[in-house]
């Protein structure tokens, strides 16, 4: 099963998100949840890269079957596009989740 640990701030902004785990539902290379689950995450993360705010985030995917990134801090000049990341980021893996809710467990969390 994969795990995603979405965190947001009060506000509504990113704070976090961490996916481990496989779904087990195909085998590697041929299993339609993991590549969504990835495929949402790993855009977010590019398009954060690849902005203005790309210094705000840190990305780790040093393990197979594991990513995490956080905003590194939290700048008012980026607070909407981290809102818009999260509220993308939160409902393609509630529609994931929705679809394959054996294979994909979504938590979302408040931080401060």
Known sequence: ????????RSDGALASCE?????????????IVCAAVSTVVRTTVAVLQAS????LV??????????AFRATEMSSAF???MV???DYLQKGL?????E?????????KTVK
Do not use: N
């Open 100 to 108: 394959y809710p054996e294979y994909l467990k979504l938590r979302v």
């Open 19 to 31: 996916v481990t785990g496989h779904s087990g539902l195909a085998p590697r290379g041929a299993d």
């Open 84 to 86: 818009f990341a999260a």
């Open 1 to 8: 099963m994969i795990t995603a640990v979405l965190c947001r």
């Open 79 to 81: 607070a909407e596009r």
């Open 58 to 67: 840190t990305c780790d995917s040093s393990g197979h079957g594991q990513l």
């Open 52 to 55: 203005d705010s790309a210094q």
């Open 94 to 98: 509630e529609i994931i989740a929705a």
